[in-house]
């Protein structure tokens, strides 16, 4: 039987997994109140004459009048300051395994509890969250909790690491890079999921407290950024460089969309130059669509599309490559790069057996990149 899992089905079909602390829904009724309890000054924005303000965050660079909001919706001019909507506001704290994120070479198996919030700053029309995504933060529900109890939490409940994703952790910086400090100083794992448009400067001092990031690189073909997420692909591939040259670990997701982003030529060219920008040892994640939000008329990827692109990127030289969204499949598994053992035994997202031993292969002692303890 064919069956494909995303983040929300996951949630629905798992026993010990998937326990959402809160999570969004819909506001009913009248909308909540825009005006939150906590409005601290955003980071990364410069003032200008006539109390406009210049956003540095990410990619767009918006230039904010007074009274209105970035195009992300979280990030406000209040006479003359830009401030975020969403500090110490989640739209829900959710326990997932680390295998969710995805991120496949940290520690595996653990339980990771994971902060999310309301909008994005991009306009995927194929999210798999967009009730969560699209929507301002007075359109979903969300909840006072501050940065310390945020970890708190996250200590309470067994997790070994906290992760910022299911809507961009961008529009968020403020609130995760609290959480992040903060976590740091718990011995919590650290990780974002991101689409890879922040700017430089902020990406570079958030990771000075990241010990991972997994980056969606959607397509390499300019034209899927443009017209199916409304962004660009420059300030992706900048990230992701930035990210290399931290150090801190990186793994890659590109989501398969059929007609719009299966062109196995320009697969061949993503692989290409993540091997001669990042490095043949980054993990990449090929994942299954279901049809989301705007794109139901396409169907579900072909899981032969999915190893057509595996196929693909060993060609090329990738070494460690996943098969997500498609439960049981062999390449759900991490294999050793030299001898080809299996190593690390996965149905979808549930890690079944571990053979990794002070982070090498107990075959032949390949060091397999990661973090193991
Ligand atoms: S973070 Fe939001 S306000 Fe800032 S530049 Fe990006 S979209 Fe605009």
Same mark, same amino acid.
């Given at each position: ?125 194929? %999210? ?142 993503? %692989? ?26 396409l169907p579900h990827t072909p899981i ?20 997500g969204n498609v439960i049981g499949h ?44």
């Open positions: 039987m064919d069956i494909t899992l995303n983040r929300r089905n996951f949630l629905k079909n798992s026993l010990f997994y998937g326990v959402s602390l809160v999570a969004a829904s819909p506001a009913s009724g009248h909308l909540a109140s825009a005006k939150h309890l906590m409005e601290p000054k955003a980071m990364f924005y410069k003032k200008g004459d006539q109390n406009l303000v210049y956003c540095e965050l990410c990619f767009r660079r918006c230039t904010i009048p007074e009274g209105r909001r970035g195009f992300c919706r979280v990030r406000e001019n209040q006479k003359g300051e830009l401030r975020s909507l969403v500090y110490a506001q989640p739209a829900g704290l959710q326990i997932d395994p680390i295998e969710l994120e995805p991120m496949y070479h940290m520690v595996p198996g653990h339980k990771n509890l994971c902060v999310y919030t309301a909008s994005c700053n991009f306009r995927c029309k194929h %999210c798999q969250n967009w009730t969560i995504s699209q929507s301002a933060p007075e359109q979903i529900r969300s909840f006072k909790s501050t940065p310390e109890e945020i970890v708190k939490e996250t200590l309470k409940q067994g997790c070994r690491s906290i992760s910022h994703s299911i809507n961009e952790p961008t529009v968020f910086f403020e609130l995760m890079y609290d959480v992040v400090r903060i976590a740091k100083k718990k011995g919590l794992l650290t990780l974002c999921h991101t689409n890879g448009g922040m700017a430089k400067e902020p990406m570079m001092e958030l990771l000075k407290f990241l010990d991972g990031v997994t980056v969606d690189l959607k397509s390499f073909n300019p034209k899927f950024y443009r017209d199916i997420s409304e962004a660009k692909i420059e300030p992706v591939l900048e990230t992701l460089k930035t990210i290399r040259q931290s150090g801190k670990h990186l793994e890659i997701v590109n989501l398969i969309i059929p007609t719009l982003n299966d062109d196995m030529s320009d697969i061949r060219k993503m %692989c290409r130059w993540i091997i001669e920008n990042l490095g043949q040892e980054t993990p990449i994640h090929f994942t299954r669509f279901s049809p989301q939000y705007k794109m139901t008329h032969r599309t999915l190893e057509q692109a595996y196929e693909t990127a060993k060609a090329e030289g990738l070494k460690y490559i996943y098969v062999p390449a759900n598994s991490t294999y050793c790069s030299k001898c080809n053992k299996k190593l690390i035994e996965r149905s979808h997202f549930i890690m079944l057996k571990n053979a990794i031993k002070d982070g090498r292969c107990p075959f032949c002692n390949e060091k397999i990149p990661g973090i193991w303890s």
